[in-house]
């Protein structure tokens, strides 16, 4: 019996998380007949029950080991291919194979379980000491959706573990800003559990359709749950990549000219395709960390694409000046003994209202204008960031209907 402080103990607990499992355990003995069924976490030398359906007395329990050796999962962990047998002896590979005489079965399936890493998790599979009709699309087909379903779950678990851990650890940090600290405790109980909902809810779904043989309703589900799993996968790379955006990289002379200019071009078939007017004043060379300076200004300049000319021809200006002292004290709590500039980027878009201009900078903070996708909600969270990291300020102004102006101010030199 694997006991809680072996490493492998919380694979075992992870299974017991996904609140499919046995349900889908009793569909597969319901609709196959089959007797016993199983999820078994497999490694190279260890082979452990995760979660059970017994209805024949086969006696064996969820955390109990069998003997790595004496089973055919192991074959599987190392080919990766399904085995599916009717009738043992009338099989001509297995029916001198030592595992169905040990264990007393005629009719045996399994599928792997990988996940999306390409780590192979384990098996789950399904036995019996009467032969059985495994061998059709419905029943192969039905054991593949629940495999891939299990994995799902399996990977969103782990990346919840992760993210949670990382969060914590960030927002503990003495250096972690208040607000991205009430960002983070928000993150893992709200926006990361919408996409573990919708997990859920099209996982029951899928189990009912194919205990019900709804093939075409369990394919559609099956988009479903690989579209929901492919959306929180995108949230926690975005959150990574947020979370790895350090205060610490080394810094060198940028020139702001030649970073406008390149992001420029980077977006230059959507601003072609809009027929966008940018319009750029000289702007000036400031120490930074290059990667970052080009991140800031592709998020603000995309930005501004996909939102300028609401009612007119689609403009956008970027300006500069550098500020006097006295505006530098009243900008900031703690300014730097040196010159800053304020650059803005203006749009002519619909405007952001007055009550979202600080929500606007909230990781995976959308506003009503469109679906999501990846990098959306994080954009200006990384510029504002990047902004701190380089001891400067951002902040949005708004002109509902008329456009947003972001202004930045960075010190010149450190």
Same mark, same amino acid.
Request: proline residues 5%.
């Given at each position: 019996m694997v006991q809680p402080d072996d490493f492998l103990f919380a694979d075992v607990e992870k299974?017991? =998380?996904?609140?499919?499992?046995?349900?889908?355990?009793?569909?597969?003995?319901?609709?196959?007949?089959?007797?016993? @069924?199983?999820? @078994?976490?497999?490694?190279?030398?260890?082979?452990? $029950?995760?979660?059970?359906? !017994?209805?024949?007395?086969?006696?064996?329990?969820?955390?109990?080991? &069998?003997?790595i050796g004496t089973t055919i999962c192991n074959e599987i962990r190392g080919s990766g291919q399904a085995v599916v047998i009717d009738h043992v002896d009338e099989n001509e590979f297995y029916s001198g194979h030592p595992t169905p005489r040990i264990y007393g079965f005629k009719?045996?399936?399994?599928?792997? *379980?990988?996940?999306?890493?390409?780590?192979?998790?384990?098996? &789950?599979? $399904?036995i019996d000491p009467k032969p059985n009709q495994l061998q059709n699309p419905r029943v192969i087909g039905m054991f593949h959706l629940f495999a891939e379903l299990l994995a799902f779950h399996l990977d969103s678990i782990q990346l919840m573990e992760r993210t949670r851990a990382a969060m914590h650890d960030l927002a503990t940090q003495l250096l972690v800003p208040n607000d991205e600290t009430r960002q983070y405790r928000h993150i893992s109980s709200h926006n990361l559990q919408e996409p573990l909902r919708k997990l859920r809810t099209f996982s029951d779904?899928?189990?009912? @359709?194919? #205990?019900?043989?709804?093939?075409?309703?369990?394919r559609e589900l099956a988009v479903?749950?690989?579209?929901?799993?492919?959306?929180?996968?995108?949230?926690i790379k975005d959150l990574s990549d947020f979370s790895g955006l350090k205060d610490s990289d080394a810094l060198t002379s940028v020139c702001l000219d030649h970073?406008?200019? !390149?992001?420029?071009?980077? &977006? =230059?078939?959507?601003?072609?395709?809009?027929?966008?007017?940018?319009?750029t004043d000289r702007l000036p060379s400031i120490m930074a960390v290059p990667h970052q300076m080009e991140q800031l200004f592709f998020q603000l300049l995309d930005n501004a694409v996909k939102f300028c000319g +609401? #009612?007119?021809?689609?403009?956008?200006?970027?300006?500069?000046?550098?500020?006097?002292?006295?505006?530098? !004290?009243?900008? &900031?709590?703690?300014p730097l003994q040196m010159a800053y500039a304020e650059i803005s980027v203006e749009d002519n878009g619909i405007g952001i209202g007055d009550s979202q201009l600080e929500k606007v900078f909230d990781i995976f903070a959308r506003l009503p204008t469109g679906s999501f996708r990846q990098g959306e909600g994080v954009g200006l969270a990384y510029c504002?960031?990047?902004?701190?990291? +380089?001891?400067? *300020?951002?902040? $949005?102004? @708004?002109?509902?209907?008329?456009?947003?102006?972001?202004?930045?101010?960075?010190?010149l030199s450190r």
């Open positions: 299974v017991k =998380q996904i609140p499919i499992v046995q349900t889908v355990l009793e569909v597969i003995c319901r609709s196959t007949g089959m007797g016993f @069924a199983a999820v @078994a976490r497999v490694t190279e030398d260890r082979w452990i $029950a995760c979660s059970v359906q !017994d209805e024949i007395g086969f006696g064996l329990s969820v955390g109990e080991e &069998l003997e009719s045996y399936i399994s599928l792997p *379980i990988t996940l999306k890493s390409g780590a192979f998790f384990g098996t &789950l599979f $399904a779904m899928l189990v009912n @359709a194919t #205990d019900r043989y709804e093939i075409e309703k369990a479903n749950i690989r579209s929901s799993a492919q959306q929180f996968s995108m949230m970073v406008v200019a !390149d992001v420029t071009t980077q &977006l =230059q078939p959507q601003i072609e395709r809009r027929n966008i007017t940018v319009e +609401h #009612d007119e021809p689609p403009r956008i200006r970027i300006s500069s000046r550098e500020l006097a002292l006295h505006e530098i !004290d009243d900008l &900031l709590p703690e504002r960031k990047i902004v701190r990291n +380089h001891k400067g *300020i951002i902040k $949005a102004e @708004a002109n509902p209907g008329k456009g947003t102006t972001f202004v930045i101010t960075l010190p």
